[in-house]
């Protein structure tokens, strides 16, 4: 053991030595190395994959290719910010960029629905699902479930805390919040997290959300034997796989036994993969852009006054424990939706996206795409761009979203492409805002946060950009 500890040493020094020696030589630019190409770059960054992947695009001017080993077939993935690029990827172009059999490998723990289909067979579910989140009896649950969830769930782990001095992780609250949610919603059952303080499901989906990065930088033949020899990465995802499988057959079994839940419009064949990716969706990527959202708006005072203010102001009666629910109240809030929006352009919660070439193609960035070749669009590094967003790009600055009336501006989503972009579009976008929104006008009208001093913020790496440590705060009650 000794042995293999000491030559793991070695080959990392190695990697290392290569990889500060490819960017000094390119000026921030990785090398491409004779034979493994650019892959030496991914190990020592891998913590912090993103950001590097910023710099970056920022030097290239929003485009770069990523070369692979030699022995890689299809070894060159273009990775872009532009979004006239974009555009033409995921609108006028789409039919030439779809997920491909990757996607089907990489996010196989998720199973067939959806979010990996192409084709006949992704307008078909496409169809399904703007059907179930257009249903008038979803629509009209939603509102329900986030007041019930609030004033029963969250409202009393936050006075506790208050009154006893608890440190909250912010983040584990929000994920445990959005995971009963969004059970309701997709089954009809409560999971009952918030009760429990602890989720398996939680658990499974983080494990199975970093060993998908890994898929998507790891050539194939690297991480399929690790699943095979069941280590490392592969070893939780697969962990995982099972546990999130086990929990959504035990819902399947209770959802069949109510033939009126709004869920039986999907087939029943496909109906474990259709929770599983409402899970992913309506969880991670929710709780995600409810963390950053609030270190955002408690390391800006002035952001946190407008928003308060903001809320007394469209409050239709002043009582304790004032919940936002319903739509027509939270579409007053503006000053708060754009800082969501403005959290997001900086940490989405998909910090990227991938599709493949079917045939060659020029994009407008003048930029050559071959066939079977890998595009990934950077979300995170998008926010990041000063050709996009100007010289205050790095600066949370929620006015950037409000026109002259007062009004949220109409952002193109090839510019700010959280919810994805073109066809593909998020189509629960309106149900995830509203939620977002409820939590975070309840929270900030009635109590007082402050986060601990010192404590870390670093993105995790993985396909949902989670906080690494979590985001501990101390809570108090506020006088209304």
Known sequence: MATIGSIELIITAIVCFLFLLGFSRRKGLPIDWPIIGMLPICFPIFGHIFDKMSDVLELTK????????????????????????????????????????????????YGEFLFTKDDDEWRNHRKVAHKFFSDKQIQSLSPKVNLEIIEKGLIPILDNASQKGIILDFQDLFKRFMIDSTCIIATGYNHGSLGTGYSPILKAMHDINEGILVRHILPQTFWKLQNWLHVGKERKLLEGWKTLDSFARKYVEKIKKDQFHAINFFPHDIMKDVIKILFLGGTDTLSSSLTYFFWHVFENPTVETIIREEIEANLSKKTENYIFVQPEELNKLVYLHAALLESMRLYPPAP??????????????????????????????????????????????????????????????????????????????????????????TIIHNYDIKIIKNHPVVPTAAIILEMKYGLNVRISKRSI
């Open 62 to 109: 929003g485009t770069f290719i990523f070369k692979g080993p030699w022995f890689i077939i299809d070894r060159n993935t273009l990775i872009t910010t532009d979004p006239t690029n974009l555009y033409h990827i995921m609108s006028t172009n789409f039919s030439n960029y779809p997920k491909g059999h990757d996607a089907k490998l990489h996010f196989e723990a």
């Open 352 to 441: 990227f996206q991938a599709r493949k070439s079917i045939k060659p193609d020029i994009l407008p960035s003048g930029h050559s795409v071959s066939s079977n070749m890998k595009v990934v669009v950077c979300s995170y590094a998008m926010g990041r761009m000063k050709f996009i967003w100007g010289e205050d790009c790095l600066e949370f600055k929620p006015d950037r979203w409000i026109s002259e009336k007062g009004r949220i501006l109409p952002v193109p989503s090839h510019k700010f492409a959280t919810f994805s972009s073109g066809p593909r579009i998020c189509p629960g976008k309106d149900m995830a805002l509203n939620r977002l929104k409820a939590v975070a006008a």
